[in-house]
């Protein structure tokens, strides 16, 4: 057998991350169960289940039927992960609001805070999450050694092997050593990821995407943009530029849009430009919300925006499904809550846009989760690197 270069350790570790990713997924489940899936054999799986065991991040559950003995008689003892072992904290930082988080080893989300923004000063609005960071773990009486990291969420650009936000025009953020601060306060390890891209990871491990290799999330809010998930990884493209969907040409003699370019999707679907819209036709200042709740209330003129704004937003997924030919298509954000009025439109259109023949190709969903998704996402890019080591 050649092993490519790996050596032992390496071999026993990605054994070991293959385990944890099963406990994690299918726990509780029986040592024979992890050796059946695995293929690794019996004694390789109890000797690592029992250093686990002893590390205590593994706890013995109770017993199970043996259904090779048809149910009765002999019991195989049921595994999983401990819950409280470990904890990730998730934090997004959105243009109007901070949003964190502290989930379990489970990805259970233990308990969330959403902070107010007191101070455009970037390094003063991270130093005061750090800090509510520190109040959060004691009031939940979780010791610090026991948090794993923090993950980080910010829109825009962002350099991931230094944890610095290149650029991002909506938080009005430059080059924000994000890790460096943190670190000020807090003795942990800081991973920073493009705010969307840590929601495709939230599906990946909690939705939609927990037996799928390639998905995309689709988030449509004030912004738009997706995280693409290629054979089970993130996909960041060379320049950490991968997924913005919501930058390209739909139109080119449309709406001007905030990157100067003119009749992007972001420029005629988003939040904001339903919100533009709504102003231009309705003739006094709304939300993208107000519109909705107008065109609920039968105003013709905001159900019309809204269904113009699902057509264009069937345009975009369309030609992400043309492009990746994902497994599935998960739509996530305020402006995709609003019901059939956007998704009718949004539905009928990806089809009719899709090149495939195959129907099953163009699985298109709605995210069973709300804003938690950005936190939840964050806390499992933590679980990924830090504990799974993928
Ligand atoms: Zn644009």
């Not at 999983?80 to 990730?88: F, H, S, T, V, W």
């Amino acid at each position: 057998m050649v092993l490519n270069g790996q050596n032992m350790t390496e071999v026993k570790l990605k054994n070991r991350s293959v385990v944890l990713r099963l406990l994690f997924k299918y726990g509780p489940i029986s040592r024979a169960q992890l050796s059946q899936v695995t293929g690794l054999t019996p004694p390789t799986i109890t000797s690592l289940v029992g250093e686990m065991i002893n590390e205590g991040i593994v706890i013995e559950t109770g017993n199970t039927d043996d259904p090779a003995k048809g149910g009765v008689g002999r019991k195989r003892v049921l595994i999983d992960l401990k819950n409280d072992a470990k904890y990730e904290i998730g934090i997004e930082f959105g243009v109007e609001t901070t949003h964190m988080g502290i989930n379990d080893l489970k990805g259970n989300l233990v308990c969330d805070r959403i902070l107010p923004i007191i101070t455009p000063d970037p390094t003063e609005r991270i130093r005061q999450t750090a800090r509510e960071v520190v109040d959060m773990l004691s009031e939940r009486e979780i010791p610090m050694e026991r948090v794993l990291g923090i993950g980080v969420g910010v829109p825009g650009l962002v350099d991931r092997e230094r944890g610095i936000n290149r650029k991002s025009p909506n938080l009005g953020w430059k080059n924000v050593n994000v890790r460096n601060i943190f670190s000020e306060v807090l003795s942990m390890p800081v991973l920073l990821e493009n705010n969307v891209r840590c929601m495709a990871l939230g599906e990946q491990f909690f939705g939609f995407g927990r037996e799928m290799d390639d998905i995309i999330l689709f988030h449509v809010g004030m912004g738009i943009g997706c995280g693409i998930i290629i054979d089970g990884r993130l996909f960041h493209g060379s320049s950490e530029g991968a997924g913005e969907i919501g930058h390209t040409t739909i139109d080119i003699n449309g709406p001007q849009c905030g990157c100067g370019k003119k009749g992007c999707l972001e420029a005629l679907a988003s939040g904001r430009a339903i919100a533009d819209k709504g102003r231009e036709f309705l003739g006094r200042d709304v939300s993208a919300y107000d519109v909705f709740l107008a065109a609920k209330a039968g105003d013709p003129i905001a159900a019309g925006i809204l269904k113009e704004a699902g057509y264009y937003l069937g345009i975009g997924v369309a030609n992400l499904i043309n492009l990746f030919n994902p497994q599935m298509v998960v739509l996530h954000g305020g402006v995709l809550n609003s019901g059939d009025i956007v998704l009718k439109p949004l539905l009928e259109t990806a089809s009719s846009h899709v090149f495939s023949d195959r129907s099953e190709d163009a699985d298109i969903k709605l995210s069973a989760y709300g804003d938690e998704l950005g936190i939840m996402g964050a806390s499992a890019l933590v679980l990924k690197e830090l504990f799974f080591k993928l």
